[in-house]
Structure formats: structure tokens, C-alpha cells
């Protein structure tokens, strides 16, 4: 069975930094393309990041230059890091896996598989 577990949300202030960790197990996902997507309440879910290899990466224009995201192949994991937090980061942050998107796309309707959330919330 196909699971993805996030894990590493918590409560920090403004400015500081937490890291989201995504471990995938049931099948390597190696391969997949990966991505970040978050929900605040009373909001639509929205893309935050994703990847497929280092070199195809993509980013939200709202996090850009805050917030980074990275995959260990070996341990089956992909990782959020995210720096600078602002209040409007505060929403629970969800990590999805396709199996045929080639690089990662915006679209929430193009992930198969997805974990069940972690809370971030960024106080002001």
C-alpha cells in the first residue's frame, strides 16, 4: 500500500524556519514527481513547490527565495525547508506524488497519491 507521511510542522514566529519532512513507502518514488501543496482555512489548496530531479524544480511566486525543496532517493523522503516565515504561511501543508506528470505542475488534480497533512502555524 502507497503511503506518504508528513511530519515536522509545528508552531514558530515570524522570521524563523521549520523543515517538512515526506516519507513515501509502499513503492520507491524515486521517479515520481513530487510537490508541496498547503491549505489554509476557508481557502482552496494551493501549490507551494515540487520536483522530480534537483534540476526540475518549481516554486509559488509567494514562497520564492524562502522556501526550498529537496529529496533523499535512498532514504525515500522529500523535504521542505522553509525560511522566513510570514502569518499568511500559517495553513496545513500537504505532500503528493504523481506517477506521470514529467515535472512538477501546479495543479492538485494531476497527484495520485497524497499524505495526510501537517500544521504549520506562524505567529505574528
Known amino acids: 500500500q502507497v503511503q506518504l507521511v508528513e511530519s515536522g510542522g509545528g508552531l514558530v514566529q515570524t522570521g524563523g524556519s521549520l523543515r517538512l519532512s515526506c516519507a513515501a513507502s509502499?513503492?520507491?518514488?524515486?521517479?515520481?514527481?513530487m510537490a508541496w501543496f498547503r491549505q489554509a482555512p476557508g481557502k482552496e489548496r494551493e501549490f507551494v513547490a515540487g520536483?522530480?530531479?534537483?534540476?526540475?524544480?518549481a516554486f509559488a511566486d509567494s514562497v520564492k527565495g524562502r522556501f526550498t525543496i529537496s529529496r533523499d532517493g535512498t532514504k525515500n523522503t522529500m523535504y521542505l525547508q522553509m525560511n522566513s516565515l510570514k502569518p499568511e504561511d500559517t495553513a496545513v501543508y500537504y505532500c503528493a506524488a504523481s506517477s506521470t506528470l514529467l515535472i512538477p505542475r501546479p495543479s492538485r488534480y494531476e497527484y495520485d497519491y497524497w499524505g495526510q497533512g501537517t500544521q504549520v502555524t506562524v505567529s505574528s
Open positions: 509502499g513503492r520507491t518514488f524515486s521517479s515520481y514527481a
Open positions: 520536483m522530480r530531479w534537483s534540476d526540475r524544480t
